[in-house]
């Protein structure tokens, strides 16, 4: 795999980097779906297939401080429901990025992101978003889960960008900001480290970029603390107008690439 190690970039481009992976912790525990900017740095500064393999043991140091964070606020019955779904999305993910290039693969998921976006948007201002999150009971829910998690795993095995199809489903399910982060924190954890083998096989991750890794998920930390800082401060509608504007964003971000 051609990645870079830390003695093979530059200061500026090694603190574009850091600069991603502390918005990886803020993201991880106040606007979920914002660290597509962090997909898109990484992307710019390594070469493409190889960033989303120095990207994942970031993500997955976020994921662990999130869940510190958020344990206690996680609703488990919708994670269950979703796993199976996502399996299926990395399996398929995986043999996506056998044969596909970066130019497809940043076209499907930024497409699937906007979309996405535009029926939550839509379902919102038509009143349809429930006030709690759906019954597991319920065939709606079934199937709606099942769709964003085969998406969920897509987007995430490919490119890491899970985060923002995620996001969609728990705001279109009416989690609230807490329910949300704590949910999406057990979520992401469990769904990247099982992604770890993959990405191994793959060639994606090996002692080299573990190497550039070690040098920049102690930046998470601060970003995780601001984070958890500024949820507090962040009422909920602003909350979920800020998740949207993070999947456009990152949505656009992947098409213009």
Known sequence: MDTMTLWHITGWEFAALAFAALLVGFSKTAVSGANTV????????????????????????????????????????????????????????????????????????????????????????AGEAAAEPESVTSRAGRVKARSYGVLGGFTTMVANAGGPVMSMYLLSAGFRKLGFLGTSAFFFLIVNVSKVPFSAGLGLIDGRSLLLDAALVVFVVPGALIGKWAVSRINQRLFEQLVIAATVVGGVQLLLR
């Open 38 to 125: 962090s997909l898109a740095i990484f992307a710019a500064v390594l070469p493409a297939r190889a960033s989303t393999g120095v990207l994942l043991p970031v993500l997955i140091a976020g994921d662990v401080l999130a869940v510190l964070t958020y344990r206690r606020h996680a609703h488990w019955p919708t994670l269950w429901r979703l796993f199976p779904a996502v399996a299926a999305g990395v399996v398929v993910g995986t043999l996506f990025l056998v044969w596909a290039d970066d130019e497809v693969v940043r076209t499907s998921i930024g497409a699937i992101l906007l979309l996405m976006a535009g029926v939550t948007v839509w379902r919102r201002r």
